[in-house]
């Protein structure tokens, strides 16, 4: 999902506009643009389709020379606002999506060393921990009572 809003985003801002002709020959990035003594293809990271877009994204995910992306980028738009998108991106998919599908891959993993430790199957050990999960969120509930209306008029 995020891969798309952002592509989608990307795509209508910078389709067609992240070319080899876009950069000059002294740009500070300069292997952007030129295969010529070991320069890279970074202008193929580009956002022209869906395909393309999900590349960069992803290498933006890993956090492969995203700098140098970030500065052509910059540098193409002649903007220093396009970090924000990028500063976005990277909070969103790298700081928290990633974070939360990493706790439960560990998570269902550590799951997985119980049910084995006591014998039981992945699901019955799963199920045991909701249950112990909903029972302490029940706790928390039943011991607390809402105040009436008399006692929040007396506050304000």
Known sequence: MC???FGTIGIRIWQGKF???AFPPNFQAGEYAT???????????NFDNYYRAFVTLFELMVVNNWMV???GYTYVSES????CFFILYHLTVVVFVLNVVQA????????????ERTGDSLLDSLLQQARQRDGMRDSVIDGYEEPDDEELLGKL
């Open 3 to 5: 891969y798309f809003v």
């Open 19 to 21: 070319t080899p002709e």
């Open 35 to 45: 295969l010529e003594e070991g320069g890279s293809m970074y202008y193929l990271n």
């Open 69 to 71: 992306i970030v500065a």
């Open 80 to 83: 220093h606002w396009v970090r």
């Open 104 to 115: 439960f891959v560990i998570e269902t993993f550590m799951s997985a060393v119980e049910a």
